[in-house]
Structure formats: C-alpha cells, structure tokens
C-alpha cells in the first residue's frame, strides 16, 4: 500500500522559496471523494479557509485525516490561495462470503467479525485481515478445535467495492486424552477427578459432548478441587500450576494439576463477637461448625449465612458476618472467630407488587406478613415469597431490597411476579359403546377474575353419569385470613355399564366451610352440609349385596355430614412444588339424626426434596392412608366406598378397579384405602423454562380392602392383606395448557393378578402430578 504523507507544491515552493512561509488558505477543494462526508473530512483535516499555514502543519494535518482510515492515499496540492485536498478512498466491503463452515452458523461467525470491527458496508482495511483470522480461529478454539484454519481472500468488484472471502477448515475437535493430578496422596486420583465435569470421551460422548475441553470448565473443576480439600480441613491446599497441552496433530489434549495438600486441621474453638444486638446464645445455637470438627469451609460459609439470617429476622438486613480463622501450626487446629457489625436495624418503606398483570394487587398483597413500615425480618420476607407462591396464581416469584435513597436505615420490597394459568376449561363430546353420547363443561377458576377467589362448575351428561355442580371459595374472607366457601351438586350415576358395582344413585348436596389459619403454614377447615341419596337397583344385573343392603336400610336416605380437616402446607408452591412438606388429616361424620350415621378418616402426605448438586431433579413421595366405618347399628353405605387404581393412586391400572369385588365380580371399593408413590422429577429434554412442565419417573403402591363383608357376598375377602397391595412403574408428564394442567402416563404393573383390569397409557386434564 502506498502512503503518501508528503505535500506537493510545484507553484508554491517557487513562490516561497523556504518551507518556513506561511501562505493564506483563501479556499479548499476536495476531490475524489465518493462514499465519505465531505464534512468529516474537513473536520479531521482540521485547516479552514482563512488560515495561514505552512508546510509542517499541512503534513499534520494530512496525517490525522489519513489515520481516520478511510482512506488510501491522499495528495495535497495549490492553485494560488486555493489549497486542493485529493484523496482516493478505501473500498467498501460489499460482500462477506462464507464457505466450509457448519458447526459455527454464518450468522455467529459474521457477529464475530462485526466485533472485530468488520461487517458488510464498512471500509475495507487490509490491516485487519489478520486479526479477522486469529478472532475467527479464537471461536473455533473455544469449540475444542484446534486444527482449525482460517484462508481470506480479497476480490476486487466495481465501483471501488471489494467482496471478502473467508474460507474455513473447521477440522475435529480435540479430545481430553489424560488428566494427571500430581502431589495427591491423602485422595485418590480417581475420586477426586469425578468431582470434575471435564471428562475422558466415553461411549455416549457424541451425544453428551463428554472428552470436549473448555477453559471454563477446567476454572470451575479448579475451584471444585480447592473446595474438596478445604472442606475436609487441609487449610493450606494449594494449586501450584496448571498445564493444558494440545497433541502435534491438535487431535488429544492432555491437562496436568499440580498440588500442595498440606496438613488437615480441625476447629480448636468457635465464637461470636463484636456488636452483639442479638443475644449471643441466639447466635450460638445458628452455628452449624462446632469445636474438635475438621475444618470445613462450606460449614464455615454455612454459619456465617446463619449468623446473617439471625440477625436480618432481627431487623439488621444489611449485617455483616466476617469468620475470622487463626491457624495453630503446632497442634494443627483452626480457632474461630466470627466478627458481627450489625449496622442499622433496618424498616421498610414501602412493598412493591410488580408483573399481576391479571391477579389483583390485594390478592397478592394480603398473603404478605411483612407490614409496611415495620421493622425488616429476612424470615417475614422470605415467608412472604412463599406464600405468594403458594397462592398457585403465579409462575415465579423474585423478591429484592432497594436502599432507599438519602437513608441508610429504610428500604423498598420489591416483589416481582410472573403470572400463570391458574384456571382450567374442559369440553367435549365423544361417544362409546359403554357410555353412550359423552357430553361435558367444566371451568375451574383458582383466581376468578384476578380477584384470589377460587369459583368452579361443571356440567356432564352421558349414559354412566349426568351432574351440574357449583364451588366457591374466598381464601380471604376476613383480613386475618379465614376462608368462607360452598359447593352444591345435584348428581344421578348409573353403573349399570361400568368397572364397577351395578347400581344407580340420585344424589343432592350442599356444604358451607370455614377455614382458620393457625400460623403461617396450618389451618384448620370445617364444613356443615346435608346430602339426600336415592338408591336405585338394576335388577338381576345388581349385586347381591346391594339387594341386601336396601333390604335393611331403605333406598332413601338423608344425612348430615359434618368436617374437620387439619392441614400443615410447606411447600415452596402450589403448582409443580419443588421442596418442602404437605400433610393433612382429616375427619367426616354422618351425625346422629342422618339415616345413615357413619365416620371416615383420612392422612395425607407429600415430600419434596431437591437432589445435592444435581440442578432440576427432585426426589419425592406421596402417601395416604383411609378409613371408614359405621356409627351406631346401620351398615356402612358402600356408595362411600374408597376405590384404587388409575392417575390419582396406582397407575398401571384402570381408574377404581383394584380392591373387593361384589357377587357379580365388579369392582366394589372397600373402607380402608393405602397408596404411596416414590417419584423423580426430572428436567425436560431441550426446554429451558420448566416452570409450567413437569416430568418424572415413578414407583406406585396401593390397594383397597374390606374389614367387613357385607351380607350376601360371595367374592368378598375381609381384612387387610399386604400381599394384595399392588405395585407399578413409569413415566408421567403434566403440562399447564393455556386451557388447565394436563397429565399424561405411560406405566406397567409389577404384579398384577388374575382379574386385574390394566391399563398402560392414561391421560387427565385438570391435574398435575
């Protein structure tokens, strides 16, 4: 490239005769300018017409419009006090063409280019062809592949334009071949390269990518190694180097780790000092690293965001817990200290709701312990992140503290929401041979009209069963969070064609409920509610023991039923929980002055646990246990019967068709019910926010049974008999459809018996798992 700095002056020399004259620039004249603004380069040229220059500022003035890089050459010439500027400009980058590249898509090579400083319509500068390749070669060593190259070719086009050709041999990528740690001797080589995620390439490596290096996995397998060793008490572990070395043929990668492990040390004392405005007993009993333990930094971690805890619940949100460690190098023992500075004790001002786009602010705002102007608690404020959640109306929840500005004792709660269907919609039409023309509507809303109110009905109609029902719920019916709720029904079923008993019932009820929060986790509910029964026979297709039940009880009844339900919610949320507990307990009585007087009892459990070190996988199990029997001389009503099998208990098996069977050999139910699920939930393949999907893996057991038979069975085994309980396993996977939770399951029973009715696939909309 020719660069031509000089300025040329056949008139003006002979008219100066010395470089030292000045002469006075009357006007300048650019020529040769295409692309460019006239006016940036009069700008960086920096001379304007009325000044007298000489020759030395006409050369810097050149230079500094030459490094403003748009241009080739430029030639500095007078006519009398006329001063022509002749420049030729640097061509424009017409066209990128890519060629040979398949792994790195065009489009995040051509954005790694634009960051160097190249893209389609710049100028062109030839300089920069090398730092195109070495930035080009740099994302592609990212990618493990080392072997490959980057050829750049420069075709000249019309109209001062060049097209640039970049061609790419990606080549393959090179694999981990050995990982050498040196200097261990208190661990195993083995145990301590599995705490890495950079791996030797295996059989499934083509899918999972294992054998790939990548520098920040190695910084993170680095960091890991330091915490293994400082959690297990070698205070002075030390990573001396660290070498990555690629094979002549860029093909294998060899990575060696050298270490210092030191000597193990344990705890001599632990203590807290400082300002202690939380009694130090209170503080004390947070610490989780004790004396004559081995030192271990997670435990030392672990404390000090305790000791934070405690006193943010105090009001000191912005305490600051420093562990301060003093080594015995004699005794190998680790003394420590945790220094508190409280700082001020802290209150809010104000509590932000943001992102209910749909769910009122009230709804939101009233699960909220922590009140607005009152002294900040970390536990308040994270309780209350809870209980939103659990609320159902919402995907996500993010809560943050903003400092107030201009104060140093005040902040801002910010909740921010994410909204979700809290609502399902069901509708169909079908037919089959067994249930003739299906017709049915439902609309469940958990948090009608964004008001936190749950208001359900459904309608169905088909040859087995035909209902209207109607529920409402205000979670909120007073400030202090006592729920006020009813439900009516008005239902007829017809099992004359179904897996189970034959029989018809008409059935009328209504219920009114209260329920009584006793803390932030339990409440107690009772309901109040009467239901009328007709009992209707099928003739000689109706068992025996129905006959025989009518017989002595009447085919009408009228019962008074009363409840009281304890429940205990640690969820972390309502939909798709993640962690914590649920159990409930609850008791049903047909009170004297029903026709048919009778008790029920229900446990219920759930248990969710996220696994260690494993992101998105879950571990949790399920059970309930029920019983029912008669109160006073009256049998038990059968129609009440507990039944087992399908979605909501044992999968594998067809809906209510485990347990007793009658004298026609129908499913009849029983009074005791058992069932438990162990389950693993885990990420979906290729979804990245699983926060309305959920799958998992699981182990289901359970059955009915019958204490005692009623008169006239022939089928029918009294007692509880463990080796009937039924097991299976499989898959399922529920998803929040726009329309409400639909859950699907593929299972297999482990021991199914003669008689048993299975039933591989199964589907519901309107629950999750």
Known sequence: MKRRFGVLFSLALLAFGSQAETFKVEDIRLEGIQRVEPGLALRYFSIASGEEVDSTELASATRRLFKTGYFEDIQLERDGNVLILRVKERPAVSLIRLEGNSVIDDEALLAGLEQTGLKEGDVFKRATLDQIRQDLLRLYVGRGRYGADIETDVEPLTGNRVALNINVTEGKVATIQHINIVGNTVFEEEDLTDLFSLKLPGFWSFITDSGRYAREKLAGDLERLRSYYLDRGYVNFNIDSTQVSVSPDKKHIFISINV?????????????????????????????????????????????????????????????????????????????????????????????????????????????????????SSEKIETSKGRIEQTGYFKSVDVNTAPVPGTDDQVDLNYVLEEQNSGSLTAGIGFSRTSGLILNLGIQQDNFLGSGKQVGMRIEKSDVRKEISFNYLDPYYTVDGVSRGFDVYIRERNFTNSN??????????????????????????????????????????????????????????????????????????????????????????????????????????????????????????????????????????????????????????????????????????????????????????????????????????????????????????????????????????????????????????????????????????????
């Open 260 to 376: 210092t492990e030191g000597d193990q040390y344990s705890v001599s004392s632990v203590d807290v000092t400082g300002d202690l405005v939380v009694p130090k007993e209170t503080l004390m009993s947070a610490l989780t690293v004790e004396g004559g333990q081995v030192f271990s930094r997670e435990n030392v971690t672990t404390s000090q965001t305790a000791l934070e805890r405690k006193l943010g619940d105090k009001g000191y949100l912005f305490a600051n817990v420093t562990p301060v460690p003093e080594l015995n190098e004699e005794d190998k023992t680790v003394s420590l200290r945790y220094f508190v500075a409280p700082g001020k004790r802290t209150y809010v001002r104000r509590i932000n709701i943001t992102g209910n786009t749909a769910t009122s602010d009230e709804a939101a705002r009233r699960t909220i312990t922590q009140m607005e102007g009152a002294i900040a």
């Open 500 to 769: 189970t008993s034959n029989y018809l019932t008409d059935e009328l009820g209504a219920r009114v409920n209260f329920g009584y929060p006793i803390d932030d986790f339990q409440r107690i509910n009772f309901s109040l509610g009467a239901e009328q029964v007709k009992l209707k026979t099928n003739g000689t297709n109706t068992a025996q023991e129905v006959f025989n039940f009518i017989a002595k009880e009447g085919s009408s009844y009228t019962n008074f039923i009363t409840s009281l339900r304890w429940t205990e919610n640690k969820l972390n949320r309502r939909v798709f929980p993640t962690r914590g507990t649920y159990q409930s307990a609850e008791l049903e009585l047909a009170v004297p002055g029903s026709d048919l007087t009778y008790h029920s009892e229900k446990y219920e459990f759930k248990w969710y646990k996220p696994l260690d070190n494993v992101e998105d996988w879950v571990f949790s199990t399920r059970g309930r246990l029920a019983y029912a029997g008669s109160l006073g001389g009256n049998d038990y009503p059968f129609y009440r019967n507990y039944f087992s099998g399908g979605l909501s208990s044992v999968r594998g098996f067809k809906t209510n068709t485990l347990g007793p069977r009658d004298s026609k050999d129908k499913a009849f139910g029983g009074n005791v019910q058992t069932d438990a699920s162990v389950e693993l939930i885990v990420p979906v393949p290729f979804i990245k926010d699983t926060s309305s999907i959920r799958a998992l893996v699981f182990l289901d057991i359970g059955n009915v049974f019958q204490t005692e038979c009623l008169a006239g069975s022939t089928n029918c085994q009294s007692g509880i008999k463990f080796d009937e309980l039924r097991y299976s396993t499989g898959v399922g996977f529920s998803w929040i459809t726009p329309v409400g939770p639909l859950s699907f399951a593929l299972a297999k029973p482990l021991n199914s018996k003669s008689g048993d009715d299975e039933q591989t696939f199964e589907f519901a909309l309107g629950r999750t798992f």
